[in-house]
């Protein structure tokens, strides 16, 4: 991707056709690219939508974290651990960090985590990636230093621990901030959205599919996404329905973005070995996602 003056990503894409013409040119790598479910939680539809639903029936939550496998390899957020999931009542299925080696990746030698924020469920067990830089966007440590933390409606996200964890590690030299969207290697792009946490940043991982669209918590749900409607932790509510735009930007297809917490992905995509399947996703392969057509009907 060719970066503009400032050397940043620029903010409007260029239409598809040109981008998948462009892609092809710089002959990009192809990422595999898995999602790994680690954690979940039940919930009633009305937990997930500013302003509620009109239909109270159960509506899940899962909690993934991300690998991009390339010539070099991207952990895309850390999790949470077991004490955090008891401490806030979630269903901690197994360790993240232990399941990367399902798809061959050993945290220990991990060169480059992608924190897409640091609310507690993404930046848990940083301190087990010993080898590895942290991708951060700026905003975010001065989000959760700053002044919107004495509010617990906002700190509530956030594991104080983790945060004081992020800070020695930028002591330590270990984070790398970005002020703006940034390309790591060619095919992995990082893009900074408001809304949802102040520091939000999605990411695009180039697969044989295309671009894939890692969208984090810039859309929980396909659903939200989808029908407009932001889930319920807020920082900004406007910049969170700019933020579904900007999504639908960086993707080719509305099927190239994968959201951040919606139990679908396990039910699009295939597992990567059958005995993986519930556990671990590929998403660099074609969803089977005929089941989208219904959502927000
Ligand atoms: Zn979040």
């Known amino acids: 991707m060719r970066l503009d003056a400032r050397g940043k990503v620029p903010a409007s894409a260029p239409d598809n056709d040109a981008r998948a013409a462009r892609a092809m040119m710089e002959n990009l790598p192809e990422y595999e690219l898995f999602a790994i479910r680690y954690a979940t939680r039940e919930a009633r539809r009305a937990d997930h939508f500013i302003g509620g639903d009109p239909h109270d029936a159960p509506m ?12 070099r390899s991207f952990v895309i957020d850390t999790g949470f651990t077991a004490e955090v999931a008891a401490k806030r009542g979630r269903t901690h299925l197994r360790d993240p960090i232990e399941a990367l080696k399902l798809v061959d990746v050993d945290a220990y030698t991990v060169q480059d985590v992608i924190l897409t924020h640091l609310h507690y469920d993404h930046v848990g067990n940083f301190h087990r990636f010993p080898a590895a830089q942290f991708h951060l966007q700026e905003p975010e440590i001065h989000y959760a230093t700053g002044r919107y933390m ?9 594991e104080v621990e983790d945060v004081v964890g992020v800070v020695r590690l930028n002591f330590a030299g270990r984070v790398r901030f970005h002020d703006g969207g940034a390309e790591l290697a060619p095919g992995i792009t990082l893009h900074p959205v408001g809304g949802h946490s102040m520091g939000l940043q999605f990411v695009r991982v180039h697969t ?17 996404m989808m029908s407009g409607r ?58 089977d996602d005929a089941a989208l057509a219904d959502i927000g009907r």
């Open 60 to 71: 899940a939550m899962d909690y993934f974290l991300w690998v991009a496998k390339g010539p």
């Open 150 to 158: 004495r509010h617990p409606r906002l700190a509530h996200s956030f």
């Open 208 to 224: 044989r599919r295309g671009w894939v669209v890692v969208a984090s918590d810039t859309t929980h749900f396909y659903e939200n």
């Open 230 to 287: 932001p889930f319920t932790t807020a920082f900004h509510i406007g910049l969170m329905l700019e933020a579904f735009d900007t999504l639908r930007a960086q993707a080719p297809t509305p099927q190239h973005i994968v959201p951040g917490h919606d139990p679908l992905v396990m039910k699009f995509y295939p597992p990567p070995r059958p005995e993986l399947a519930g556990i671990v996703a590929r998403l660099d392969v074609t969803p």
